[in-house]
């Protein structure tokens, strides 16, 4: 069955520092991963998309890579700031592509 | 253009009573997905509708769960006998391109469902 894992549970880091989250899966090929944010209490709000076929993706100060050849993607905020302080989450598309399987997520903290 | 809407926002049921949640999707979309949220666990996807049908239902338990998205209103989500393990928040999604060439999924606020 298809499993998606992410790093760290948490991750603290000093505001203005790059933060660096990743996401492993396995038993897949997708298409494509997605990331969202989920603040407390509230719905994971979508950030980035990446296909197999792009390496990379930036939007603002994020960027998103995708190794097709490791299984994995990394989720990279430069110069972070406390408002970034929430759980990013990846997701596949599962095989039957008819929903999105979540990692577990990684909480980030930024400390001003 | 108005956001996923989910309702009610918190709901406490006692056991063995019914709970209905209810997912308005955004204008436009016609594809609904239910994912559930347990503490200390990431999402899980539970089942995913388009007007009047079910397409795929295989994350939602067999028994005491059903979901429907009729031709006009919301889609709900209905948990009959209700026990404690079902204390969890609940979340809809909606897109209106599912598969193909990539598809975003927006969520609402979700549901927090308390079982007494």
Known sequence: ?112 | NAGVMQNPRHLVRRRGQEARLRCSPMKGHSHVYWYRQLPEEGLKFMVYLQKENIIDESGMPKERFSAEFPKEGPSILRIQQVVRGDSAAYFCASSSNPGGDGETQYFGPGTRLLVL
Do not use: M
């Open chain 1, 1 to 112: 069955s298809q499993k998606i894992e992410q790093n760290s549970e948490a991750l603290n880091i000093q505001e203005g520092k790059t933060a660096t989250l990743t996401c492993n899966y396995t038993n897949y090929s997708p298409a494509y991963l997605q990331w969202y944010r989920q603040d407390p209490g509230r719905g994971p709000v979508f950030l980035l998309l990446i296909r197999e076929n792009e390496k990379e993706k930036r939007k603002e100060r994020l960027k998103v890579t995708f190794d097709t050849t490791l299984k994995q993607s990394l989720f990279h905020i430069t110069a972070s700031q406390p408002a970034d302080s929430a759980t990013y989450l990846c997701a596949l598309l599962n095989q039957a592509g008819t929903a999105l399987i979540f990692g577990k997520g990684t909480t980030l903290s930024v400390s001003s």
